[in-house]
T-cell receptor, first 114, second 118 residues
C-alpha cells in the first residue's frame, strides 16, 4: 500500500468544521483513500472512503484532489465525541471477496476543544 | 455491517504461558485479519486468515509465535505463544463487509483483547 502523511495532532473548536489533511503522493490508480478513526480504548471505526470523486455520508465528507495526491476529511460540526486518532489509508479494494489488510500509519490525533 | 465479538476482552498472563483469543463474526466472511496495537502505537497487521488454508503472516510475525485457526467462515482464533512482557498489547480482529458476494470496502473491527504479560 502507498504511504500516507498526516499531521501528528490538530485542535478544533467544538461546533466548527474539522479539516484533516492527508498526503498520498505515490497512490496508484487502483487504490482507494480510506479514513478510519480510533476513539480511546475502542477498535477502529470506518468513516468513509473514495477513489477520485468527493464523497459524503452521515459522518463526514471526503475531498480528493484532482491529481489524487492528497485528500481532506471534513467533520462538518465537530463535537467532543469526535476526539480521536484519525487514520488516512490508501488501499486496493477488491470486488469478489478477497481483501488485503490495512496498513496503518500514525494518524492525526484530533482534539476537539469545548 | 458486521458485528465482531472478541474473547477475552482483557487478560493478565504470566510469562511463558500461551493465550488464545477468539473472534466471532455475525456473518460469513472470506478473509479475517488479526492486528496488534502496542501501547501508544498504531495498529500493525499480524496475519490474514482465509478459511480452508493456512494464514498468511506479515513480515516480523511467524506461525510458531502466533498460530491462527480459521475453522469456518464466521470464526477465527489467534494464539499468542510463550508470552513475554513485550507481547503486552491489544489484539484486534477485523473483517471486510460483504454484500451480495461483493466487498463493500468497509472494514469492521472488534473491540480488541487487551493482554498484559507479567
Amino acid at each position: 500500500d502507498a504511504k500516507t502523511t498526516q499531521p501528528t495532532s490538530m485542535d478544533c473548536a467544538e461546533g466548527r468544521a474539522a479539516n484533516l489533511p492527508c498526503n498520498h503522493s505515490t497512490i496508484s490508480g487502483n487504490e482507494y483513500v480510506y479514513w478510519y478513526r480510533q476513539i480511546h480504548s475502542q477498535g477502529p471505526q470506518y468513516i468513509i472512503h473514495g477513489l477520485k470523486n468527493n464523497e459524503t455520508n452521515e459522518m463526514a465528507s471526503l475531498i480528493i484532489t484532482e491529481d489524487r495526491k492528497s485528500s481532506t476529511l471534513i467533520l462538518p460540526h465537530a463535537t467532543l465525541r469526535d476526539t480521536a486518532v484519525y487514520y488516512c489509508i490508501v488501499r486496493v479494494r477488491y470486488s469478489g471477496g478477497g481483501a488485503d489488510g490495512l496498513t496503518f500509519g500514525k494518524g492525526t490525533h484530533l482534539i476537539i476543544q469545548p | 455491517s458486521a458485528v465482531i465479538s472478541q474473547k477475552p476482552s482483557r487478560d493478565i498472563c504470566q510469562r511463558g504461558t500461551s493465550l488464545t483469543i477468539q473472534c466471532q463474526v455475525d456473518s460469513q466472511v472470506t478473509m479475517m485479519f488479526w492486528y496488534r496495537q502496542q501501547p501508544g502505537q498504531s495498529l500493525t497487521l499480524i496475519a490474514t486468515a482465509n478459511q480452508g488454508s493456512e494464514a498468511t503472516y506479515e513480515s516480523g510475525f511467524v506461525i510458531d509465535k502466533f498460530p491462527i485457526s480459521r475453522p469456518n467462515l464466521t470464526f477465527s482464533t489467534l494464539t499468542v505463544s510463550n508470552m513475554s512482557p513485550e507481547d503486552s498489547s491489544i489484539y484486534l480482529c477485523s473483517v471486510e463487509g460483504l454484500a451480495g458476494g461483493s466487498n463493500t470496502g468497509e472494514l469492521f473491527f472488534g473491540e480488541g483483547s487487551r493482554l498484559t504479560v507479567l
